[in-house]
């Protein structure tokens, strides 16, 4: 192979690798937890949904930005790509979330500050992609939709800092003081985390590539029209 392929396989072949390292990590040699016994290895998987989700958003806001500032297609591509891989995994945040209500608390849901904020987060992204569907013009749909990505951004640390600021049933894990659980358990957070990370840039870098083929296909379509 050349090397040229080996690199588009080394981000995927790191990821998936990760990712079988996290399963393991987190199902077989972190320690069952004693009062929620083994639901609480949905957590692993949980938090780094989340920070997974963040990443995404985070990246959207800053190519949102350099779009306003620039106005080139090659940051709308990135924005709009990294709300769909983002809301993907607020998707799983919020599933795994239910999940653990119903076994933890014998709720689906419940208003928890964490859980609403995460949820009014989800809703603003989709609202992202609705609006990019219902405007046909690229220039006016790539502006409103940087702007909507900017303000949409404002609510990932009230999601972030929703713990510290309300009081809710999600226990601070990590604070000033440090990470407040077993080492064993803190490798498999870490293990997980990078997992996750892997798979959003291997998803992001492919959901770009498809976005940027799509726009010089749609600008080849229109001047043979």
């Known amino acids: 192979m050349r ?56 990246v959207a806001f800053g190519a949102s930005v350099a779009y306003l500032a620039r106005g080139e297609r090659r940051w709308d591509a990135l924005a709009v790509s990294a709300v769909e891989v983002g809301e993907l995994f607020s998707t799983l945040v919020l599933l795994t979330g239910m999940l653990w209500a119903r076994m933890a608390w014998n709720t689906w849901w419940t ?47 009230i999601v972030f800092m929703a713990i510290r600021w309300w009081r809710t049933i999600h226990p601070v894990l990590f604070d000033a003081s440090g990470a407040h659980m077993e080492p064993a358990m803190l490798a498999a957070v870490v293990v997980s985390l990078l997992a996750f990370i892997g798979l959003l840039a291997t998803l992001l870098v492919a959901r770009v590539r498809l976005e940027l083929l799509s726009g010089d296909v749609d600008e080849l379509h229109r001047r043979l029209l």
């Open 3 to 58: 090397a040229r392929e080996w690199a588009a396989l080394a981000l995927p072949g790191t990821s998936a690798v990760l990712m079988l390292a996290a399963i393991e990590a987190a199902l077989v040699l972190a320690p069952t937890e004693r009062v929620m016994g083994p639901l609480q290895r949905i957590f692993y998987f949980h938090l780094s949904d989340a920070i997974a989700a963040f990443a995404a958003f985070v």
């Open 111 to 157: 208003w928890d500050p964490r859980l609403t904020t995460m949820l009014v987060l989800w809703l603003l992204y989709a609202g992202y992609l609705m609006l990019r569907a219902s405007l046909e013009d690229e220039a006016r749909r790539a502006r409103y939709a940087a702007v909507l990505a900017v303000l949409g951004f404002l609510d990932v640390p």
